[in-house]
């Protein structure tokens, strides 16, 4: 089979550039061991992806399609529906604002934190071998 160039494949995918990209990522595709959908005729995998391309035994649209797949590294999640979620309120409740307004905080400094340390006993000594 005589070689294929980018003029064959032109008419097929308009952009020089984007030809480029796709063909390229279907030459990975194929070092990495999926299957050719044409024969190789002894030709490297970018000649074959260009052949390919050219046969239209692969379509641009589905090779650009899993092209941008292979690049996107957000994977969009299903989030459930605002309906099924209960809306939480901001406001506290009564209860809740009376329990916090009761709550005091003492002030102590250090000296007085370490005078009332000294003032306990230490736990009583024991001989337990933990036996």
């Known amino acids: ?11 097929k995918v308009e952009n020089r550039f984007e030809l480029v ?14 299957p050719i959908t044409v024969e190789r005729d002894n030709d490297k995998n970018p000649v074959v992806a260009l052949r390919e391309i050219a046969d239209e035994t692969l379509t641009p649209e ?11 590294k957000h994977v969009e999640v299903d989030e459930p529906e605002a309906e099924a979620v209960p809306a939480l309120s901001s406001a506290p409740d009564a209860a809740q604002s009376d329990a916090m307004g009761d709550v005091q905080f003492d002030r102590m400094t250090e000296e007085d934190l370490l005078r ?16």
């Open 1 to 11: 089979m005589a070689r294929v160039t980018v003029e064959d494949c032109i008419d």
């Open 21 to 34: 990209l796709l063909a390229s990522h279907r030459a990975r595709l194929i070092a990495s061991g999926t």
């Open 62 to 72: 589905d090779l650009k399609e899993d092209f941008i797949q292979s690049l996107q």
């Open 116 to 131: 009332g340390l000294e003032g306990l006993v230490p736990p009583a000594a024991t001989d337990d071998d933990g036996e």
